[in-house]
């Protein structure tokens, strides 16, 4: 169920004695739930694919323990995966709700593959109440944008749970009220003061959803306005360069074709750059489709070495390619595997001073198999975990060596997600990296 997200245990225990009065308590228990399977599954979203539970206490529902039940999961196989993990989360989620505090932790052995980056738990809180815990999971840790996300995902979910809380208070004196009439005057105190708050609640709740509005329509502009006034003109200078080149390469000087062969090189770096921004705002709107269509992977494979010449320039490096036979035609989405591929090569060949990088593909089980290996300069186990962030550069220092914004891989990570594929990185520090990814295609023939 990658990409969705369930209730898990979402109705509560008590009726109330009036059967519309129940009725109406089910409907507000039942959109309490949609909102909890909605934090969990914006969260989830929110880490390109990431694991999430919901733990929290609602209006009449008994938790064993003391502790918050699974509520809401998103990023999961199956429910029963989902109720796994939880249950190999319970010590966690009982640190947090107890503390109030976030914890952090490695995976439970459970979560151990999909979570690499470890679990991140956030206490669902609102004024000091604790309601339970968010947790996820992810390829790498949460940088501190993220977490602040995630926390704002768990705040929503604490406002409603509270909303909820307040309202399930509010009908319970109402009921004493109706029962036992001399404490009505002090009761009404109570509900007066209560309905005051659920008011407030109610106001900041439209007061969230107006701003969230607004900054959703504000980050659509901005995406808009920098494609409009950063691509067109981009394309029109590389246009008018390469027309410089091919109709006055004889006029020119070797240092004026040098210098524009630069500025090329430079503009389509940054063409290529801002593209891949888009790519990745475009993919965690949900605005990315998946276009199936009939693949040659050889010629993919030709193509993205052909387009990688660039980056390798005069280096002393071979490409070769290993094909496991038969490597029959596929359906899949051709201009994401091209754009994967290449973020690959291209990532191996800027780290490879001199060497080969090989390329190896089979297509086996339904699945296409394929890795990148380089001899480069190779990746230290520390920044293993983090190359998958965005704009994280292994050096900093030679950041102007090895030109790149640091979305390459983030980028890959991210259409592996989208179309239901994995990756996976190994290497060592002078002997070089291998890159491996793995998708599910239907083969032709």
Known sequence: ???????MDE??????????????????????????????????EALAGGL?????????????????RLR????????????????????????????????????PEALASHAMGGVTALPIAFEGRVYGALVVGSAAAPDDRMLDLLNGVAAGAALRLDHAFVTDEVERLRGRLDAKERFAA?????????SEELFAQDIELLRNHEKLGKIEKLKNDFIEKMSRELRTPLNSIIES????????????????????????????????????????????????PVEIQEVNFRDVVDEAIFSVQDTLGDKPVAIEKHFVEPLPKIRTDLAKINQILFLLLDNAAKFTPSGRIDIRARVEGGELHCEVE???????????????????????????????????????????????????????????????????????G
């Open 1 to 7: 169920m990658s990409g969705e997200s369930v209730g």
């Open 11 to 44: 109705t509560a225990g008590g009726t109330l004695e009036d059967g519309g009065a129940s009725a109406l308590r089910a409907e507000r228990l039942e959109a309490l739930a949609a909102s909890l399977r909605a934090a969990a599954r914006r969260a989830s």
């Open 52 to 68: 999430c539970c919901v733990f929290a206490a609602v209006p009449g529902g008994e938790s064993k323990e003391g502790l918050p």
């Open 72 to 107: 809401a999961a998103a990023g999961f196989a199956s429910p029963s995966a989902a109720r796994g993990a939880a249950a190999s989360l319970a010590g966690l989620v009982q640190e947090v709700v107890k503390s109030g505090t976030p914890r952090r932790g490695p995976a």
């Open 186 to 194: 002090q009761k009404s105190d109570e509900i007066l003061k209560l």
């Open 241 to 288: 360069v390469i027309s410089v080149l091919a109709n006055e390469n004889d006029a020119l000087s070797d240092a004026a074709k040098g210098s524009l062969r630069s500025a090329l090189d430079d503009g389509t770096a940054f063409l290529r750059t801002l593209q891949n921004i888009l790519d990745l705002w475009r993919i965690k709107q949900g605005e990315l």
């Open 374 to 444: 380089d001899t480069g300069i190779g990746i230290c186990p520390d920044d293993q975990q983090q190359i998958f962030d965005e704009f994280y550069q292994v050096d900093e220092l030679n950041s102007t060596r090895y030109r790149g914004a640091g979305l390459g891989l983030t980028l890959v990570r991210d259409l592996l997600v989208l179309l239901e594929g994995g990756l996976a990185v190994s290497s060592d520090v002078g002997r070089g990296s291998i890159f491996r990814f793995h998708l599910p295609v239907q083969t032709i």
